[in-house]
């Protein structure tokens, strides 16, 4: 199957999670995740109309993304990789959502460097509710102050939490984790699931799945 059955199929796979989950058919959206694959390989996806894109590095999305958005300027891109501080400048000129606010420092970051832009990004906390140290995220003993700090202190526009469970684990207890965590600060956006897991991320209350290989296929090993 080329890309664009690929994403029908996929969304088609979330529609049906969300009817098995008692929830709309429209309560999940994709975040499409283009990383390492070349531009070649993502306009047949937004030729069949996905809008939402997610991209692992800067670099990388500088690289590909001002030339798609020329056009197709209605596209909303996902930051879903780690971002330094010193990258901050060109993410916050390039994405409209960034889905790894994971620390104060980058939080303090973020915000000073939108009021220079004079740009409000949506953004996710990370949680690392696995507490592996290979991961970003925040660890889920300071999870509460580091969002009261983003939500209350910084008034970021927090849209809601994410996380990516270890391999190794049943993904189900890292959801419920992020779910109730959310529930607990009154945020409604759980970021989660992926291509192997989308369908019990949804069961336990996702808005919005970040697929690539299910999507775009293997990944490529060079851009």
Request: glycine content about 8%; aromatic content about 4%.
């Amino acid at each position: 199957m080329g890309i664009a059955d690929n994403l029908n199929q996929v969304k088609h796979s979330i529609e049906q999670a969300c009817g098995d989950a008692g929830r709309p058919v429209d309560a999940v959206e994709l975040v499409a995740v283009s990383k390492v694959h070349p531009t070649e390989n993502i306009i047949p996806a937004l030729e069949a109309g996905q809008r939402v894109c997610g991209e692992n590095r800067v670099q990388e999305a500088q690289s590909k993304w001002p030339a798609l958005r020329n056009d197709y300027p209605d596209v909303q891109l996902h930051l879903i990789g780690g971002l330094q501080t010193n990258k901050v400048k060109e993410a916050v000129a390039l994405f409209d959502v960034i889905e790894t606010v994971d620390r104060p420092k980058l939080a303090r970051a973020l915000v000073k460097e939108m009021d220079k832009q004079q740009k409000t990004l949506g953004v996710y906390l990370q949680i690392n509710t696995g507490e592996e140290e290979q991961k970003g995220g925040c660890l889920p003993a300071e999870a509460d102050d580091f969002i009261r700090l983003c939500v209350e202190e910084l008034q970021m526009n927090v849209l809601g939490l994410m996380c990516i469970p270890p391999a190794d684990e049943e993904p189900s207890l890292h959801f419920a984790f992020l779910r109730e965590l959310a529930k607990r600060h009154g945020l409604t956006k759980l970021s989660m699931g992926m291509s192997g897991d989308f369908e019990t991320a949804i069961r336990f209350g996702a808005t919005s799945v970040r697929v690539g290989t299910a999507v775009f296929g293997d990944r490529p090993k060079k851009l």
